[in-house]
């Protein structure tokens, strides 16, 4: 599985962004895809994750409210909304691919990585 994670750019306080994240290879159903962010210096940190078969996400407390995860099977593509950015949003995003099933929030379950999309928010 590869993934190309695209969307980032820097953004005011209070705006908005897409995320998009495009798989290629094999997915299963079963699969679960996620969303990371990291700051320079501190721990990945876990965002949003789907079934990829849809019906099920989880997100992060500090995003609730704010950002959406969703898929596209279509275009094997995973989206993540975020609107009511703030400055302590500001990080690079990684898409993630956990062949072991849905709902992880560690970062060390995960098998495949997209290269990561920088978003900053200025206040």
């Known amino acids: 599985v590869q993934l190309q994670a695209s969307g980032g750019g820097l953004v005011q306080a209070g705006g908005s962004l897409r995320l998009s994240c495009a798989a290629s290879?094999?997915?299963?159903?079963?699969?679960?895809l996620g969303w990371f962010r990291q700051v320079a210096g501190k721990e990945r940190e876990f965002v949003a994750a789907?079934?990829?078969?849809?019906?099920?996400?989880v997100s992060a407390d500090s995003v609730k409210g704010r950002f959406t995860i969703s898929r596209d099977n279509v275009k094997n593509t995973v989206y993540l909304q975020m609107n009511s950015l703030n400055t302590e949003d500001t990080a690079v995003y990684y898409c993630?691919?956990?062949?072991?099933?849905?709902?992880?929030?560690?970062?060390?379950?995960?098998?495949?990585w997209g290269q990561g999309t920088l978003v900053t928010v200025s206040s």
């Open positions: 993630a691919v956990d062949a072991q099933g849905y709902g992880s929030k560690w970062f060390g379950t995960y098998d495949f």
């Open positions: 290879g094999r997915i299963f159903n079963n699969y679960g």
């Open positions: 789907i079934r990829w078969s849809g019906g099920s996400a």
